[in-house]
């Protein structure tokens, strides 16, 4: 049996504003400052897609999402994640699994945590178990830890839907 398996890697960034929703893995974050974006700007959701689309060789969520298309102008972010996954699938992967972490000062995310990775893994079909979320400061450095802005970085392994026999 040969089994293919890809690597992939996504990063986004978005400013924070206050008055904004704050989503993140497509929860609602109770804070007094949320995301600038086209879409509901789930930066979390945004990084993960990235990384599946980076493994799966399909260029990444700019290409097919744009943010200067009205069609996802507010769009929920799950949605996207659900189009990505389904789109992944059509290449012939399946996710193994995701690893992200979220770089942000204030609001502490660890209550948010299994919300977040319950609600992901539904909308993609995989077990919260091949999700993780980790969330982390800068320690008051830089635009994040002025709270200014939120970065998220996330990794994915997929592998074939139906490994070839040999």
Same mark, same amino acid.
């Given at each position: 049996m040969t089994l293919h398996q890809r690597v992939g890697q996504g990063i986004d960034f978005h400013r924070l504003e206050e008055g904004q929703?704050?989503?993140?893995?497509?929860?609602?974050?109770n804070s007094t400052k949320g995301c600038v974006?086209?879409? #509901?700007? #789930? $930066? *979390?959701?945004?990084? /993960?897609?990235?990384?599946? *689309?980076?493994?799966?060789?399909?260029? %990444?969520?700019?290409?097919?999402? =744009?943010?200067?298309?009205?069609?996802f102008r507010g769009i929920d972010s799950k949605i996207l994640l659900k189009r990505?996954?389904?789109?992944?699938?059509? +290449?012939g992967y399946r996710i193994v699994n995701i690893d992200s972490t979220v770089c942000l000062e204030l609001p502490k995310l660890a209550p948010y945590i299994t919300a977040m990775r319950t609600t992901m893994a539904s909308v993609a079909g995989i077990?919260?178990?091949?999700i993780s979320v980790k969330a982390t400061t800068t320690e008051k450095m830089g635009f994040t830890g002025s709270g200014e802005g /939120? &970065? $998220?970085?996330? &990794?994915? *392994?997929?592998? #074939?839907l139906? =490994? %070839? +026999? &040999?």
């Open positions: 929703e704050l989503w993140l893995g497509g929860v609602r974050i974006a086209h879409s #509901d700007g #789930d $930066v *979390l959701i945004h990084a /993960i897609c990235d990384a599946l *689309l980076g493994a799966a060789g399909m260029n %990444d969520i700019g290409f097919h999402f =744009p943010d200067t298309s009205d069609e990505t996954v389904e789109m992944v699938a059509g +290449k077990s919260p178990d091949a /939120i &970065v $998220v970085m996330a &990794v994915c *392994l997929l592998a #074939d139906i =490994p %070839d +026999k &040999v």
